[in-house]
């Protein structure tokens, strides 16, 4: 299964970069929201070879999801793989600078059952495909807001 999506943001691409790899921020989210978020790794740096080890209650079941980076290219580009039993996922963000000001953000995840249980969950997504569409693009658009007013109140 595959979701992707993308947004425009009046903000630098340095500044966007900067927003998508503040995973101690994205980490506090989802402790708030409910998840359990651990960091394995010990590199001082953002970088590839980053992981965490998270847990979280979905469709009334506990999963277990390790998250790595496996790949950082700054300014451009971050990619994430995620294992889980049953499952691997990838999510990919992409940043193009269509000017000095304004960023192209585009987000690609996409999700690999492994197991039948997982293949019933994946199915059923696909289903709901429509909701979760929107719901993605809802979540960007807010994040891109975010973004571009702490970008301005910066500026």
Request: net charge positive.
């Amino acid at each position: 299964m595959q979701l992707t999506t993308n947004e425009d943001i009046e903000a630098p691409i340095e500044h966007v970069f900067a927003a998508i790899t503040d995973f101690d921020g994205f980490a506090r989210q989802a402790m708030r929201r409910g998840a359990e978020v651990a960091r394995m790794d010990t590199l001082t740096e953002l970088g590839e070879g980053m992981i965490w080890q998270t847990g979280f209650d979905f469709r009334g079941k506990r999963r277990e999801m390790r998250i790595e980076l496996t790949e950082f290219e700054q300014p451009n580009r971050v990619c994430a793989h995620s294992t889980m039993p049953g499952m691997t996922g990838s999510l990919v963000l992409d940043l193009v600078a269509l000017s000095r000001q304004r960023t192209r953000l585009s987000i690609d995840l996409q999700l690999a059952p492994q197991s039948l249980s997982s293949r019933l969950l994946v199915q059923s997504l696909k289903l709901a495909r429509g909701n979760l569409s929107k719901r993605l693009s809802k979540r960007l658009t807010a994040f891109s807001r975010q973004t571009e007013e702490n970008y301005q109140r910066m500026a």
